[in-house]
């Protein structure tokens, strides 16, 4: 294994890579199937899972691949650019998975991460950005509370959600097997239809003290310097990939679509405002993506010297993520202007442009988190500093 200092940098990353060029093509083909069902199929998810996708983001000491930041980036991208669904199903299940593995005790690594190596370990989905209740009672909690947006649940084992516990006000983050929660079959919207990104909700449910850890941490209980972050900085790195991928295989559809329409009457490919918009989409992604590789190297050292994040490393990487999402939505305009009507017929490019306007809402991409990286990088509030998505005193 290749240890850099504190950062783990995995050599397992090529050959990922390859296993998810292998299974491109089936995710290609079965994407519009996968929208009709609203969420992948269990061979699919299965040969994911069996790659090595989620088992990337586990800690090395639990059996897991430990992924460097830029590692993960990597592969969300790749996979997003088969399949826009499949690639957000997988960061989903990654960053709840992964990071619930890093922080929870041994007691509750033992229940749900004993056999990582060997393909049996638990899946987690869920939300946390509106927490339930958690009441205190001898030894853990008594958890209520309703939550949406918990992309991946048809294949999760176990519930990651955010809590807030009466009394204290602490915000928690618990694991609890599935079946103790209702799920609403509620999913129907324009974009990102495959990943099952259904509500949930449940009323006072025990939850043993073990099987949860403080929201904010950044002290891993399991695995090396990635998960020093916290979980929201692990979070941008997963959208992060995600819109870089998209980004890509709107432009190739394009060029694509272009292509086989070139020397038909109005053809795009004769149209020099045509190649000029399509360079500068071009040359916007690339810059995006070229920036999203300093922030994160820039990263990858101070993680690698054992030190946490500086206020403006957590700005710059937000910052990053909201910029590329930004970035290609713009892409995805260019892409529906010159594609005419094959952007509007079933197909890779109506898909991936309905997966593009769904996944940019995202809360990480949204406005307010953009306003609040001006705020510090404008020096407005220089002694501030960050607290999930808002700048505190």
């Known amino acids: 294994m290749a240890i850099h200092g504190g950062l783990h940098v995995s050599p397992e990353f090529p050959a990922l890579l390859e296993r998810i060029d292998a299974l491109g093509p089936e995710l290609d083909a079965g994407a519009d199937a996968a929208e009709e069902r609203g969420r992948l199929d269990e061979a699919t998810a299965r040969a994911l899972l069996d790659a090595g996708t989620v088992r990337a983001v586990l800690p090395r000491n639990l059996g897991g691949h ?3 930041p830029r590692q993960l980036i990597e592969t969300v ?17 990654q960053l709840m998975t ?6 929870l005790g041994p ?7 004993s056999d990582v190596a060997g ?9 946390g950005t509106r927490p339930g209740r958690a009441v205190p009672v001898d030894g853990g909690y008594l958890v209520s509370g309703s939550w949406q947006f918990a992309s991946g649940m048809a294949h999760a084992t176990h519930i990651h959600s955010a809590v807030q516990v009466e009394g204290s006000g602490e915000l928690r983050v618990l694991a609890m097997p599935k079946p103790r929660v209702e799920l609403v079959d509620n999913w129907d919207v324009l974009g990102l239809r495959a990943t099952h990104s259904i509500d949930y909700h449940c009323a006072e449910v025990y939850v043993p003290r073990t099987h949860t850890y ?3 941490t950044t002290e891993p209980a399991h695995g090396g310097a990635v998960y020093r972050m916290g979980l929201v900085n692990l979070s941008a790195i997963g959208h992060t990939g ?31 405002h045509f190649h000029a918009e399509y360079a500068s989409a071009e040359a916007a992604l690339r810059a995006a993506r070229a920036w999203v590789t300093e922030v994160w190297r820039d990263v990858e050292v101070t993680l690698d010297a054992g030190e946490l994040l500086s206020t403006e490393q957590d700005t710059l990487l937000r910052l990053a993520l909201n910029h590329t999402t930004s970035t290609v939505r713009d892409v995805g305009r260019t892409v529906h202007r010159w594609a005419g009507t094959a952007a509007i017929r079933r197909g890779p490019l109506d898909r991936f442009l309905r997966d593009l306007g769904t996944g940019a809402q995202h809360i990480t991409s949204g406005p307010a988190v953009l306003a609040n990286c001006g705020q510090w ?17």
């Open 66 to 68: 430990e992924f460097s």
């Open 77 to 93: 991208e790749r996979l997003t650019r088969y399949d826009a669904s499949a690639g957000w199903t997988v960061m989903a299940l």
């Open 98 to 103: 992964g990071s619930t593995a890093a922080y």
């Open 107 to 113: 007691v509750a690594a033992a229940d749900l991460f």
């Open 119 to 127: 393909g049996t370990y638990a899946l987690l989905a869920g939300h």
């Open 214 to 216: 403080p929201a904010t």
């Open 242 to 272: 995600w819109a870089l991928g998209v980004g890509r295989r709107l432009l190739d559809e394009l060029r694509t679509t272009v292509a086989a329409r070139a020397g038909g009457p109005n053809a795009a490919a004769g149209s020099g």
């Open 377 to 393: 990088l404008s020096g407005t509030r220089p002694n501030a500093h960050w607290e999930f998505l808002d700048l505190a005193p």
